[in-house]
């Protein structure tokens, strides 16, 4: 295989106040003409960095030096204006966030546009037919449409492929994408990566896929390159990889990642009382009219949910965005008012208790939020973060016992007292979310909420804090509800697990048996969408993804809410809303289940 991208010794440096940061330390790999070559690694290992680097994206301060030969040219040391005609036109780049990688000001037409003008000087009416063409071939429906439309008007599934297609425009021989999925539901995700191994095969495009998902990576990469502190610390096929690691570091990664065909994980769980019981939850929002003369609007987040939860136990609730899994969290700690149902949590309902009667209860249940920075106030020490919750329900301490009990709950979540006069800043992500599950601890709850607590999180992090909850789970006797949208995840800490789709509940069992042998098309096709961590086992898989977008919550589909994306819907589908029937120990609500 031809080397179509040749780096050698790449060092990509930042000037600080403090001295050069260091972000690239002699980093040297080769890409042949069509080859996928996967870069891994936590966040800060400087996959990044080198990819901004090699298409001279830098900022300001940064510097890079050494060799890197693209197509027999260097690009070291090019002038901006030789390296802009290449970039867009020989080398395209996807970025992590197509919403802030999108000019909001600028329709999708327009923008793309813009591309055609600068390389291929293709007028207005040739260059829109040529990006309506991409569109269609990134499996966008309605095109022309979409062309007209602004960024904020498209999903993020459909974002991330106009930034696709885009790049594809001037057809580069070199694509590189950075952590193009993350931020996309697992079946998007899945989408989208199919997409690029089919635009792979029909354009001849080699590609630099950035990623921290070695699921991904073993299904999409021919080599891997394995990064850690700015440094390249195992390279080579991905078959070897993944059956021989080298590395220590390497071993630890692949270790980390959560399987879906993993032995059992969780005991079962003892008999008893449930501590939380949920009937007939439903919450709705009346959306103001648009137009004078139009009417409000009613937004169906949740309806008619039901479930049980055990002390000690953990339910795993999964689905994709919008399907009104965090809209649960919330109603069931009465963040949100319920419109109806019941919320009884140690046999008090608390649904329709007014809110000054909820108050008490709120130190039995705790919430562990997604994004543990934004999370913690930046301006308050560790330790005034974590006493918050005790100076509203046990003001009657004195300081020294409040000091004991913030050293208590950040020794429960492995951290150093010693640190609780540090600010957040000067913590990494996996420490923060620490903080956070300690300042939900501190009460001593009975109910703990965890909401995609660790989506954002570094997969050796992410095993870490798993690690965590399930100690503090038995040491405690903390019942959880665990909000995800890596059923991988879910499966390795919950005992039951709950798939929801536009806000009702599709299908409920225990974690092995729903992973083994689902009886929901939906539940199926998010197990299909599931990597996993095997470079053979992925290749062989027969994945059936659902098609099209997630409706609107304005106007769902008549009957079965996902009939409109099933494969097996019949007329019954179109007319009934199907109930909760249980088959084989699993709650589902399908009119087909056990017959497909």
Known sequence: MSALLDVAG??????????????????????????????????????????????????????????????????????EPVLADIRGARIAMIFQDPMTALNPYLTIGAQMALVLKRHRRLRAAAALAECERLLSAVRITDAGQRLRMYPHELSGGMRQRVMIATALLCRPSLLIADEPTTALDVTVQAQI?????????????????????????????????????????????????????????TQDLLAAVPRLDAGSVRSPLPDGPPLLEVSDLAVH??????????????????????????????????????????????????????????VCLLGTDLAGLPEDQVRPFRRDMQLVFQDPLAALDPRMTVRDIVAEPLGAF??????????????????????????????????????????????????????LVCDEAVSALDVTVQAQIIALLLGLQ???????????????????????IMVMYLGRVMEMADAVSLCAAPLHPYTRALIAAVPIPDPQLERQRKRVLPTGEVPSLFAPPSGCPFRTRCSHAVDRCTSEVPALRTIANHAVACHRAGEI
């Not at 010693?418 to 601890?441: D, E, K």
């Not at 038995?474 to 039951?496: E, K, N, P, T």
């Open 394 to 447: 046990e003001a009657q301490l004195g300081e020294a016992a409040v000091s004991a009990r913030i050293s208590a709950a950040l020794n429960q979540v492995g951290l150093d007292p010693v640190w609780m006069n540090r600010y957040p800043h000067q913590f990494s992500g996996g420490q923060c979310q620490r903080i956070g599950i300690a300042r939900a601890l501190v009460l001593k709850p009975q109910l």
């Open 285 to 342: 929002y009346r959306v103001p009219a648009a137009g004078i003369s139009s009417r409000h609007r009613t937004l169906r987040a949740l309806d008619g949910v039901a479930l049980s939860l055990a002390p000690g136990e953990t339910l795993g609730v999964v689905g994709e965005s919008g399907c009104g899994k965090s809209t649960l969290a919330r109603a069931v700690l009465r963040l949100v008012a319920p419109t109806q149902g019941r």
């Open 10 to 79: 790449l060092n990509v440096s930042f000037a600080t106040r403090g001295g050069p940061v260091q972000a690239v330390r002699e980093l040297s790999f080769s890409l042949g003409s069509g080859e996928v070559l996967g870069i891994v690694g936590e966040s800060g290992s400087g996959k990044t960095q080198a990819a901004l680097a090699l298409t001279g994206l830098l900022a300001g301060n940064g510097r890079m030096s050494g060799s890197v030969l693209f197509d027999g040219r260097q690009l070291a040391g090019l002038p």
């Open 193 to 249: 990566m199919a997409l690029m191994t089919e635009l792979r095969a029909d354009f001849g495009t080699a590609v630099i896929l950035i990623t921290h998902d070695l699921g991904i990576a073993a299904g999409s990469c021919d080599r891997l390159l394995v990064m850690r502190n700015g440094q390249c610390v195992e390279q080579g096929g991905v078959e070897q990889i993944f059956r021989s690691p080298r590395s220590t570091y």
């Open 474 to 496: 038995a040491q405690l006797g903390l019942a959880m509800i665990f909000i995800a949208h890596d059923l991988a995840v879910v499966r390795r800490i919950s005992h039951r």
